[in-house]
């Protein structure tokens, strides 16, 4: 039956794209989050050519365009399962086994088999969305320097740097921003250096960051995350894969 052979195909599918990706999603958050603890020499790849800052501001565009993808997907094998379920031809039990949909009295329960397979779905829906928030919260940790390429913060307190973030209250112009805690740590391991040049190269990346643009960045972000979760509320209601 080629119907239920291209079922199962695309629901494979969708759960090694949703590891795979779903996977970076939480290695981009967990790497955005290292510098607020320390930033050790065995960081190889932050201590060597790339600033993390970078992480919170392209990570979120590629976790929320991997998620509508996985959603995407879901939205095919949900309405595949739903046609096959309905038609005359896939009332087997092998075709009900494959389809998951199995005997009560079986080895796997159908109660049991719903538990795992609403265990998915919530790993599917929720991940990204908590992998988006850390990032979210890494952006949050970028702040106004008093000019361009300086080491100062035009605010010190943190309730002004996040209104900063959110209405720009320092203006509406894009900056380089620094991050405290990735900022410091590269300008600490650089006056660690015995070599001239890795510590100019630590020295450079503290102060390399990338350019941002609040508060419309800010904006685009949280509707992004209001988006996933409106998104990930209405795929639960909707179904199971």
Not at 3 to 25: A, C, M, P
Not at 219 to 227: K, N
């Amino acid at each position: 039956m080629e119907e239920l052979k291209y079922y199962t195909e695309e629901r494979d599918k969708l759960v090694k794209f949703t590891l795979y990706s779903s996977g970076l999603g939480l290695l981009f958050a967990a790497a955005s989050r290292i510098p607020t603890t320390e930033v050790s020499p065995g960081v190889a790849w932050l201590a060597g050519t790339f600033n993390v800052a970078f992480l919170s501001i392209l990570a979120p565009i590629f976790i929320f365009g991997t998620f509508l993808h996985v959603l995407q997907r879901r939205a095919v094998v949900v309405d595949l399962r739903r046609t096959l379920l309905a038609d005359e031809r896939f009332r087997a039990p092998f075709s009900r086994a494959a389809l998951d949909d199995v005997d009560p009295d079986s080895k796997w329960p159908a109660r049991r088999r719903n538990v795992l397979r609403r265990g998915f779905d919530c790993w599917l829906l929720a991940v990204p969305i908590i992998a988006y928030t850390i990032l979210l919260c890494s952006y949050f940790d970028l702040t106004r320097p008093k000019q361009p390429g300086a080491a100062g913060y035009m605010y010190t307190s943190r309730s002004c740097q996040i209104a900063d973030l959110l209405f720009g209250i320092g203006g509406w112009s894009g900056f380089p921003p620094l991050a405290p805690s990735i900022h410091d740590n590269l300008e600490r391991m650089a006056k660690e250096q015995t070599d001239p040049k890795d510590a100019a190269r630590l020295s450079r990346m503290a102060k390399q960051g990338p350019w941002i643009y609040p508060p419309f960045q800010t904006w685009a972000y949280l509707a992004g995350l209001a988006f996933m979760l409106w998104a990930a509320a209405g795929a639960w209601r909707e179904g199971r894969t």
